[in-house]
């Protein structure tokens, strides 16, 4: 079975700096790797989709990479805001219909 | 637009009472619809998926079942409630058959009492 590992379990920075989200998972026969946010109290909210045939997806401000072959995702964050604070969790899609999360990584951007 | 609605939003119930929470979608046919449990402090755990009317699989053993009576609704049910299913019960969506985004419901916090 997947096993989906987030790092680090929380981060706080600064306003203003770049960051980077790491996922990493077990077995690279997948899909394709999704990113959400989530915030407290709240469902989850799709920020980028990353097919197995693609090695990033960029969406504003955010950036995520796939190396599918080390099974590593990284999204990274550019130039934080508060308003970005939230939890950040990657779900692994295997050759299913499941999804699998890790889970997450708590960033809070302090003013 | 396709959208997804779960309620109730939140819920306290005692021990040994039943369940049943109910997701809908709308926008969309034949979707891929999927139950998680966010337990305090763990990450999201599937606990089941449909991908059809009546077709349900199950990831985990446990004291919760669930049903798909039509084709965009989705049903989290219990017979009797115990302290351990407490938690945040969130639904998702796909499109059947294809390799895009899931959306998610804005989740229903089960308390058992």
């Known amino acids: 079975k997947q096993e989906v590992t987030q790092i680090p379990a929380a981060l706080s920075v600064p306003e203003g700096e770049n960051l980077v989200l790491n996922c990493s998972f077990t077995?690279?026969?997948?899909?394709?790797l999704q990113w959400f946010r989530q915030d407290p109290g709240k469902g989850l909210t799709s920020l980028l989709l990353i097919q197995s045939s693609q090695r990033e997806q960029t969406s504003g401000r955010l950036n995520a990479s796939l190396d599918k072959s080390s099974g590593r995702s990284t999204l990274y964050i550019a130039a934080s805001q508060p308003g970005d604070s939230a939890t950040y969790l990657c779900a692994v899609r295997p050759t299913g219909n499941q999804f699998y999360f890790g889970t997450g990584t708590s960033l809070t951007v302090i003013p | 637009s396709q959208t997804i609605h779960q309620w109730p939003a939140t819920l306290v119930q005692p021990v040994g009472s039943p369940l049943s929470l109910e997701c809908t979608v709308e926008g969309t046919s034949n979707p891929n619809l999927y139950w998680y449990r966010q337990a305090a402090g763990r990450g999201l755990q599937l606990l089941f998926y449909?991908?059809?009317?009546?077709?349900i699989s199950s990831e985990v053993p446990q004291n919760l079942s669930a049903s798909r009576p039509q084709d965009r609704q989705f049903i989290l049910s219990s017979k009797k409630l115990l302290l351990s299913d407490s938690g945040f019960y969130l639904c998702?969506?796909?499109?059947?058959?294809?390799?895009?985004?899931?959306?998610f419901g804005q989740g229903t916090r089960l308390t058992v009492v």
């Open positions: 998702a969506w796909k499109v059947w058959g294809t390799n895009t985004e899931a959306f």
């Open positions: 449909s991908v059809g009317i009546g077709q």
């Open positions: 077995d690279s026969a997948i899909y394709n």
